[in-house]
């Protein structure tokens, strides 16, 4: 299990499908969500949500874009060190995408 959220409360994270690539992509940007609609994403729905970072039970979820991938060119951990040793591979780091729960 990469991490776990919350069923029934928390702010949603928004999946979006790029048809010419099949790569899924997960934001709680709902003005990143609009603009890859603009450029031809699919937007999917609400497909979990994320725990308010306020949550004594809260850990984030790095988000990591690799500029050389053409699909899978994100990739969400909770592991700071994975998302560091990511950077050291020439991966981007985008931030905290959201929070799941700690258990």
């Known amino acids: ?3 776990n959220a919350p ?3 928390g702010d949603p994270v928004y999946r979006l499908y790029n048809p010419n690539s099949g790569d899924h992509h997960y934001t709680m940007s709902a003005v990143e969500r609009e603009m890859l ?3 031809g994403w699919k937007y999917e729905g609400v497909c979990w949500n994320s725990v308010s970072p306020w949550d004594k039970s809260a850990v984030p979820l790095f988000r990591m874009y690799n ?6 060119s994100h990739h969400y951990t909770t592991s700071a060190e994975e998302r560091d040793n990511l950077v050291a591979e020439g991966w981007s780091y985008e931030g905290i995408g959201w929070y799941a729960l700690l258990y």
């Not at 500029?67 to 899978?72: F, K, T, W």
């Open 1 to 3: 299990i990469a991490w």
């Open 7 to 9: 069923t029934k409360s």
């Open 37 to 39: 609609v603009g450029y």
């Open 67 to 72: 500029p050389n991938a053409d699909c899978g």
